[in-house]
């Protein structure tokens, strides 16, 4: 083996185990509202990918959709937690969305640093953090899908204090699309029935 092809394999193995933390790191929205045993990060992008897939399956004949990038999308959303870990939503207000971006973008780049596709999935990335294409807001509505049901999972088995992710309207930006709307809708009742 050459010494480019043992650095390459070298590189790769640093790669995934910085995406190995992701099976480590809780999701910080559920631990701060005292729920023990909470999801990790990975197990939340493995039910986002799913249901992107899922959506787009459905959607696939009303809208032009690239499936390779998709699930690219899908797969790389929560990369960058890795390094800076998984910031609930009233931590990043302190913080500033902004300064929060910039540190993802930072941490996105050093962990892909040195692979040709560096470039191409950081605009992938930012196609999800900045819902510029039916891709990115495809993933947006996984990753709000996903957090809701969640929620209704712990809520199922008893856990409580999870009423403002239910009032919070950013969580159900549907971006026009009548499954989405159809969705949320059924997710609320279900939460409802849960309150009764």
């Known amino acids: ?11 790769i193995i640093e790669l995934l185990e910085n995406i190995g933390i992701l099976k480590r790191i809780p999701r910080m929205g559920w631990k701060l509202r005292g729920i023990p045993e909470c999801e990790t990060v990975a197990s939340h992008s493995f039910r986002v990918v799913f249901i992107t897939l899922v959506i ?7 809208y032009s959709i690239n499936f390779e990038k998709l699930l690219k999308i899908a797969t790389l959303h929560e990369i960058p937690e890795a390094f800076i870990t998984d910031l ?6 302190y913080i500033g969305f902004d300064i929060k971006q910039k540190a993802e973008i930072a941490a996105f ?10 470039k191409q ?19 947006k509505i996984a990753d709000k899908l996903d957090m809701l049901l969640q929620a209704y999972e712990y809520e199922k088995i008893g ?8 009032k919070n309207t950013a969580n159900f930006e549907d971006y026009d699309i009548d499954l ?9 009742k279900l939460h409802s029935k849960l309150k009764n």
Do not use: R
């Open 109 to 118: 780049k050093d962990i892909f640093s040195g692979f040709d596709f560096e």
């Open 88 to 93: 609930a939503l009233k931590p990043a207000k």
């Open 180 to 188: 989405i709307t159809e969705l949320f809708d059924e997710l609320k």
């Open 1 to 11: 083996m050459s010494k480019k092809d043992k650095k390459q394999i070298a590189k």
């Open 159 to 166: 856990l409580k204090k999870l009423d403002d992710f239910w």
């Open 121 to 139: 999935y950081l605009e992938y990335w930012l196609e999800f953090e900045n819902n510029t294409t039916i891709e990115g807001k495809l993933v």
């Open 56 to 62: 787009a399956e459905i959607l696939k004949d009303k």
